[in-house]
């Protein structure tokens, strides 16, 4: 999938636990574990939303673009 997710990383620049980080957004740890290893295949924006907020970044803080060969 060329949509990459990288909320691990700014989980280790805001040194933040994923228990913590799923508490704050409001979704279950598992949930965000789905979203952490790229096998989400949506996210609704208010999931987004709240991401941005707890991890203080932008949405391409997080998401990225990668073309497939």
């Known amino acids: 999938m060329p949509i990459i997710v990288n909320i691990d990383v700014m989980m280790a620049r805001r040194k933040i636990s994923a228990g913590e980080l799923a508490e704050k957004v409001g979704i279950t740890p598992a949930n965000l574990?789905?979203?952490?290893?790229?096998?989400?295949?949506?996210?609704?924006?208010?999931?987004?939303?709240?991401?941005?907020?707890?991890?203080?970044?932008?949405?391409?803080?997080?998401?990225?673009?990668?073309?497939?060969?």
């Open 33 to 69: 574990s789905i979203l952490k290893n790229n096998k989400a295949k949506a996210i609704r924006f208010s999931t987004l939303e709240a991401l941005c907020k707890a991890l203080d970044c932008k949405p391409a803080d997080i998401l990225d673009y990668v073309e497939e060969e």
